[in-house]
């Protein structure tokens, strides 16, 4: 049996040392490719403290303009007509009195425009001391008036006389307002009719006719003669009567 030369056992030996030296401990060779691998999780993986997408973004809150919206519509003015508009300041500097009164150069002088007037309104109202009575027209004419005191009422074009509630009558000529077309307008107020009766106020009720030759008359029936004034305002053109409460 041969036995081993020395040399070929320090060999050995040398190799055997080699191959230990490479496998080594696992814990020293281990331990630093899981730290590498956190230290790359944490990097490349955002904490949900640090992701600007979970942070709350202001413009996903509501615009600003949305309560500003809905304080308009609270807010929205009452539409003029349910305001009455004819209930102007100026009723109290009015020139109440009972004598005639009529626009200037009246009767020929108003216009009828190119879309003649026509009553469209009539409309009454209690205040302080005086009734209004408003005469509202369409169309882009003007129209001239004149107000008086009269002791009884014939109808236009016929002379039949006319019965108006109170003992005296306010009549309001009107010069201006188209006469009856072939087409009349649908908005128009049917003449020989009574309005604006039994509301409380100075007066008892307002009888209208006409138009008759470009020519109406609005009468006006009155317990007593009281003072009164008459004036024209536009936008849109009204007749405005204010008639005294008391003498």
């Keep these: 049996m041969r036995h081993p030369h020395p040399s070929q056992i320090t060999a050995l030996g040398a190799a055997t040392l080699l191959l230990l030296s490479s496998c080594g401990s696992?814990?020293?060779a281990q331990d630093p490719a899981p730290a590498e691998d956190t230290q790359q999780v944490d990097q490349s993986t955002p904490s949900p403290e640090s992701d600007p997408s979970d942070q709350?973004?202001?413009?996903?809150?509501?615009?600003?303009?949305?309560?500003?919206?809905?304080?308009?519509?609270?807010?929205?003015?009452t539409p003029a007509e349910d305001q009455e508009p004819d209930q102007s300041e100026?009723?109290?500097?009015?020139?109440?009195?009972?004598d005639a009164q009529?626009?200037?150069?009246f009767p020929?002088?108003?216009?009828?425009?190119?879309?003649p007037n026509h009553l469209i309104d009539v409309r009454s109202g209690v205040h302080e001391g005086y009734d209004r009575v408003v005469f509202e027209y369409a169309g882009d004419g003007v129209p001239s008036w004149r107000?008086?005191?009269?002791?009884?009422?014939?109808?236009?074009?016929?002379g039949e006389p006319i019965e108006v509630a109170g003992d005296h009558i306010l009549e309001i000529?009107?010069?201006g307002?188209?006469?009856?077309?072939?087409?009349?307008?649908?908005?128009?107020?049917?003449?020989?009719?009574?309005?604006?009766?039994?509301?409380?106020?100075?007066?008892?009720?307002i009888f209208i006719q006409g138009p008759f030759e470009a020519h109406s008359q609005y009468l006006i029936g009155l317990d007593q003669e009281r003072p009164f004034q008459v004036q024209l305002l536009e936008d849109p053109t009204r007749l405005v009567v204010d008639i005294a409460h008391d003498e």
Excluded at 102 to 105: M, N, Q, R
């Design 177 to 205: 307002p188209s006469w009856a077309p072939e087409d009349p307008p649908e908005d128009e107020l049917p003449s020989q009719e009574y309005y604006e009766r039994d509301t409380g106020g100075a007066f008892e009720e």
């Design 108 to 115: 020929a002088e108003f216009t009828r425009g190119e879309d």
């Design 26 to 28: 696992p814990e020293g």
């Design 102 to 105: 009529e626009s200037d150069g």
């Design 56 to 77: 709350p973004d202001e413009t996903d809150e509501p615009e600003a303009s949305e309560e500003p919206e809905q304080a308009e519509e609270s807010e929205t003015p």
């Design 90 to 98: 100026d009723a109290a500097s009015l020139d109440f009195r009972t």
């Design 173 to 175: 000529n009107v010069n």
């Design 147 to 158: 107000g008086e005191y009269t002791d009884s009422a014939a109808e236009l074009g016929r």
